[in-house]
């Protein structure tokens, strides 16, 4: 996860790694583009079963899909973690906020419509993780 990919900077906290521009791919090479950032500090959950909820503010066709591989990917977390994970309805208190959006989605983060930003994610203080509802 820490090396850098493919001749694109991978933007770390405001900084940019480059890598030479002359680099190659074959026909069969995986090409990925990395732009994200840490949280500062070492935020960390202070117990360690963990509630989920989805609470989206536009309808996404393939939720229901969705929520079956994130709780896949609760599954797998809990297996090689000290966490648990159980999913509560959308009404309930979650430490953990699922969510799709659009644009302005009143988090002072907006999201910039299709291609560009796909997700953000808050630290475990406010547990919410957004993902842009104009990306495929």
Same mark, same amino acid.
């Given at each position: ?10 933007? &770390?906290?405001?900084?940019?790694? +480059?890598?030479?521009? +002359?680099? =190659?791919?074959? #026909? =069969?090479?995986?090409?990925?583009? *990395? ?12 117990? !360690?079963? @963990?509630? #989920?909820?989805?609470? !989206?503010?536009?309808? &996404?066709?393939?939720? @229901? ?12 977390? $809990? ?8 999913? &509560?309805? *959308? +009404?309930?208190? $979650? ?7 659009? @644009? ?12 560009? &930003? @796909? *997700? ?7 547990? =919410?993780?957004?993902?842009? $509802?104009?990306?495929?």
């Amino acid at each position: 996860m820490m090396k850098p990919r493919c001749g694109v900077p991978d933007h &770390v906290n405001g900084s940019g790694t +480059n890598l030479p521009q +002359n680099h =190659k791919h074959d #026909y =069969k090479s995986f090409e990925t583009v *990395a732009h994200y950032q840490f949280i500062r500090g070492t935020p960390r959950w202070s117990k !360690s079963h @963990l509630t #989920y909820a989805f609470r !989206s503010s536009v309808q &996404v066709p393939a939720s @229901l899909h969705m929520k079956s591989v994130f709780q896949s990917a609760f599954q797998r977390w $809990a297996k090689v973690s000290q966490f648990s994970f159980e999913e &509560v309805p *959308a +009404n309930y208190y $979650a430490d953990i906020v699922i969510g799709f959006h659009r @644009l302005n989605h009143g988090d002072g983060q907006p999201f910039d419509g299709f291609k560009g &930003v @796909l *997700a953000h994610s808050l630290p475990p203080s406010v547990g =919410k993780c957004h993902f842009d $509802a104009d990306e495929i």
